[in-house]
C-alpha cells in the first residue's frame, strides 16, 4: 500500500507565496519523477512542474520564475514553493510521483489535490 498525500494549499491575495507539500509513504522501493499538476475549473489537468531522481526540473511556461520544486529522498517528499501568485494560478494542485518497481518499470501515485486560490 502507498498513500501520496499533499498539503499547503490555501487562499492568498495575488503577489503572495505558498508552498505545497507532498510526502509518499508505505511500501516504496524507490522514487523516480515527482511532479505537480493542476487543474483549474472548466480546464484540463496540466503539468506544472517536474523533478526527476536525479534533481533535473522542468516546469511550464507559464509559471517560470516564480514556482520552484525541490525533493527530499530521504523524506519521500516534494515540494512546490510558489511566489508571486496570480489569480490564473487558481487550481485544484495535485501530486503524481512515479514508484519504480524491483521488477521493473513504474507504477504512478496521485495525490487527493489540494485547493489553491489567488484572489485579485
Known amino acids: 500500500q502507498v498513500q501520496v498525500v499533499e498539503s499547503g494549499g490555501g487562499l492568498v491575495q495575488a503577489g503572495g507565496s505558498l508552498r505545497l507539500s507532498c510526502a509518499a509513504s508505505?511500501?516504496?522501493?524507490?522514487?523516480?519523477?515527482m511532479s505537480w499538476y493542476r487543474q483549474a475549473p472548466g480546464k484540463q489537468r496540466e503539468l506544472v512542474a517536474a523533478?526527476?531522481?536525479?534533481?533535473?526540473?522542468n516546469y511550464v511556461d507559464a509559471v517560470k520564475g516564480r514556482f520552484t520544486i525541490s525533493r527530499d529522498n530521504a523524506k519521500n517528499t516534494v515540494y512546490l514553493e510558489m511566489n508571486s501568485l496570480k489569480p490564473e494560478d487558481t487550481a485544484v494542485y495535485y501530486c503524481?510521483?512515479?514508484?519504480?518497481?524491483?521488477?521493473?518499470?513504474?507504477?504512478?501515485?496521485w495525490g487527493q489535490g489540494t485547493q489553491v486560490t489567488v484572489s485579485s
Open positions: 503524481n510521483v512515479a514508484l519504480a518497481m524491483r521488477v521493473g518499470g513504474q507504477y504512478l501515485y
Open positions: 508505505g511500501s516504496i522501493f524507490s522514487i523516480n519523477t
Open positions: 523533478i526527476t531522481s536525479g534533481g533535473s526540473t
